[in-house]
């Protein structure tokens, strides 16, 4: 199995898919991005927001731009740039509601689904007789009751989540740019 790892990476060392360079600047700018969610998770998101915010404002206003090149599904166009420059304006006006509102959505959408994959789990328990899934189910639809009950909350904790996770992912990617440049090095020596 460890063969088939090791094969795979010379492989994409070899079709230069990753370079191992883009894989520890990805590393660290996740590790980067992680530890600033910890120390100062409000001011992060909030920015995080703000940046997705003027990036939907500048992506509807060249929206609408292409259209004087390309008329193809003129209507869908005008009505998504239309959303998106509403929606930059918005968040750039209220960066604070903004973030507030978003974290709740993604809060609110993370335990409706947690809710539907639990109660997923739990009908695969009763129809396969397999306790495993009903335990993975009823984890799966408590974690989301408690996600809908205490949205507000799970929606400020979400930015120490996230940071966690991201110093978690930027190790991780650290830890394969460098196995990716040993892999090369090793290719190249050949």
């Not at 731009?65 to 005008?78: E, F, H, N, P, Y």
């Not at 750039?92 to 994959?117: K, M, Q």
Request: charged share 10%; proline share 2%; with cysteine.
């Amino acid at each position: 199995m460890a063969d088939d790892v090791t094969l795979s990476a010379q492989d994409m060392v070899e079709l230069h898919l990753f370079p191992w360079w883009l894989l520890l600047l990805w590393g660290i700018l996740a590790l980067l991005l992680g530890v600033a969610l910890l120390m100062t998770p409000g001011m992060t998101t909030v920015l995080l927001i703000t940046f997705m915010g003027a990036y939907w404002l500048v992506g509807g206003i060249f929206a609408l731009a292409s259209l004087a090149v390309d008329r193809t599904s003129m209507g869908w166009k005008i009505f998504l740039s239309v959303i998106n420059i509403i929606a930059g304006i918005l968040i750039l006006i209220y960066p604070f509601y903004a973030t507030l509102f978003t974290l709740e959505l993604v809060i609110i959408f993370i335990g409706f689904w947690a809710c539907f994959v639990g109660a997923a789990h739990i009908f695969q328990a009763f129809t396969k007789k397999d306790w495993g899934n009903g335990v993975i189910g009823i984890i799966s639809l408590i974690f989301g009751l408690l996600l809908l009950v205490n949205s507000l909350v799970a929606a400020i904790l979400l930015p120490f989540v996230a940071g966690g996770f991201a110093i978690v992912m930027g190790l991780c990617s650290i830890f394969v740019s460098f196995m990716a440049k040993k892999c090369a090095d090793s290719v190249k020596a050949a």
